[in-house]
């Protein structure tokens, strides 16, 4: 079953605005991934994330962890139209979970 | 970068017959592969995972007989639907471990569309 739940489901901005989503996970992790997918397509890892780390950044990604609300965000700045796709976090504890998925519009 | 592939990208079949999805380690090996089903428009489920030369493992719900997986060597998973049902067309994902499952490389995925 799936551990983690996204939110919000889906996203529409417009290019150039920030999009955040977030991701929640119900049991204790070793470390949290967020990864993409475009249509159809397969998935592109963007950024692991540990338990022992607040936040991360790589790009124009940041992703924050907070093991004590066991939640994770992803926050894409300055969005493109590029962007556009599925985002899934990943959450790996004894067994490895994605989340139910935020799809993001980015509006030319 | 690491690549995995798999093969058929896509596949169309008659209900009843099987179908054979490979997934490939191009570049590196991996001891670990995992397969994943999705479904339109939602997540991916993890179905099993398979270390070369052994069982593969599968998930609470995850038929075995009906979804055969070989892990032959470092660089090749396949996955066998059997008697194959429209209820098993689905987006059939690998993905590749080279140490563990934080680091795992995905495939393109398979779309098998099941008549």
């Known amino acids: 079953s799936q551990q983690g739940e996204e939110d919000p489901q889906a996203l529409s901005i417009q290019e150039g605005e920030n999009a955040t989503m977030n991701c929640s996970y119900k049991?204790?992790?070793?470390?949290l991934q967020w990864y993409r997918q475009n249509s159809g397509r397969g998935l592109v890892h963007l950024i692991l994330?540990?338990?022992?780390?607040r936040e991360k950044h790589s790009g124009r990604l940041r992703v924050t962890l907070d093991t004590s609300k066991k939640s994770s965000s992803l926050l894409i700045t300055a969005s493109r139209a590029a962007d556009t796709a599925s985002y899934f976090c990943?959450?790996?504890?004894?067994?490895?979970?994605f989340g139910a998925g935020t799809t993001v519009t980015v509006r030319a | 970068g690491a690549v995995v592939s798999q093969h058929p990208s896509w596949v169309i079949c008659k209900s009843g017959t099987s179908v054979k999805i490979e997934c490939r380690s191009l570049?590196?090996?991996?001891?670990?592969m995992f397969w994943y089903r999705q479904f339109p428009k939602q997540s991916l489920m993890l179905m099993a995972t398979?270390?070369?030369?052994?069982?593969?493992?599968?998930e609470q719900g995850v038929e075995k007989d009906k979804f055969l997986i070989n892990h032959a060597s470092l660089t090749l998973s396949t996955l066998t639907v059997t008697s194959a049902h429209p209820e098993d067309s689905s987006f059939y994902i690998c993905?590749?471990?080279?140490?563990?499952?934080?680091?795992?490389?995905f495939g393109p995925g398979t779309r098998l569309t099941v008549l």
């Open positions: 994330i540990r338990s022992n780390e």
């Open positions: 398979s270390n070369e030369g052994s069982k593969a493992t599968y």
């Open positions: 993905s590749a471990a080279i140490t563990g499952p934080d680091t795992q490389y």
């Open positions: 049991t204790s992790i070793n470390n």
């Open positions: 570049d590196f090996q991996a001891t670990t």
């Open positions: 990943l959450s790996h504890d004894y067994k490895l979970s």
